[in-house]
T-cell receptor
C-alpha cells in the first residue's frame, strides 16, 4: 500500500458523459501527478500539480482538466467521453524533498 | 526527447532461475531511473531507483539494478525468481524540468513452476 488513494476503483459510463476521478496523496506529499495507461499508448503522463498550482502538462486532451484543492487532494475531470478514453488512470504523489513518485491503485474507466 | 526502451515484451523463466530485464534510456543529462512492478489488477509499486552514486542499487523483494552510463542501460536483476514475481515490469526515466516519468512499454514476466 503506497498511501495514495484513488476513487472510484471502477467506473463504467457512456460516450458523451462526464466523470470525475479523485486522488488523495500520501500524507506530506505536495505534488500530484496523473497518468493514463491504455493498451495502445502505454503509460502516459497527463498533468502535474504542486501545492495547488499546475506545474507541468503532458499529453492531456482539452476535454480533460484537473485541479488540486487546498487539502491537496486532486480531481481529474474527463468530459465528452469517447470510447478511446477507456483506460486505467493513475494518480501518483511525491514529497517536496524527492522526485520519487508513489502510485495509487488506479481507476479503471470503461466508456461504452 | 527522452525515451525508454524495454526490448523484451514477454519473458518466461522457471521458478528459482535468475532473471534479467533489460532497459535502455535516452536522456541528455544524468538520468534519474526507476523500476516499477504492476501485478494484475494492481497499481504500480516502486521496486528501486537510481539518482546518483553507487551504480548498483538494491530494491525491494530481492531485486537489484545496475546503471551503466556507457551502455545507457539500467537492467533489473534477481538471482532467484519466485512464482509471485509474475507481473509486468516498467522501467522509467524522470525528466528533470517537468518531473514527469517517461515509461517504457513494459516487460511481462511469466514464471513457470
Amino acid at each position: 500500500d503506497s498511501g495514495v488513494t484513488q476513487t472510484p476503483k471502477h467506473l463504467i459510463t457512456a460516450t458523451g458523459q462526464r466523470v470525475t476521478l479523485r486522488c488523495s496523496p500520501r500524507s506530506g506529499d505536495l505534488s500530484v501527478y496523473w497518468y493514463q495507461q491504455s493498451l495502445d499508448q502505454g503509460l502516459q503522463f497527463l498533468i502535474q500539480y504542486y501545492n495547488g498550482e499546475e506545474r507541468a502538462k503532458g499529453n492531456i486532451l482539452e476535454r480533460f482538466s484537473a485541479q488540486q484543492f487546498p487539502d491537496l487532494h486532486s480531481e481529474l475531470n474527463l468530459s465528452s467521453l469517447e470510447l478511446g478514453d477507456s483506460a486505467l488512470y493513475f494518480c501518483a504523489s511525491s514529497p517536496p524533498t524527492t522526485d520519487t513518485q508513489y502510485f495509487g491503485p488506479g481507476t479503471r474507466l470503461t466508456v461504452l | 526527447a527522452q525515451s525508454v526502451t524495454q526490448p523484451d515484451i514477454h519473458i518466461t523463466v522457471s521458478e528459482g532461475a535468475s532473471l534479467e530485464l533489460r532497459c535502455n534510456y535516452s536522456y541528455g543529462a544524468t538520468p534519474y531511473l526507476f523500476w516499477y512492478v504492476q501485478s494484475p489488477g494492481q497499481g504500480l509499486q516502486l521496486l528501486l531507483k537510481y539518482f546518483s552514486g553507487d551504480t548498483l542499487v538494491q530494491g525491494i523483494k530481492g531485486f537489484e539494478a545496475e546503471f551503466k552510463r556507457s551502455q545507457s542501460s539500467f537492467n533489473l536483476r534477481k538471482p532467484s525468481v519466485h512464482w509471485s514475481d509474475a507481473a509486468e515490469y516498467f522501467c522509467a526515466v524522470l525528466t528533470g524540468t517537468a518531473s514527469k516519468l517517461t515509461f517504457g512499454t513494459g516487460t511481462r514476466l511469466q514464471v513457470t513452476l
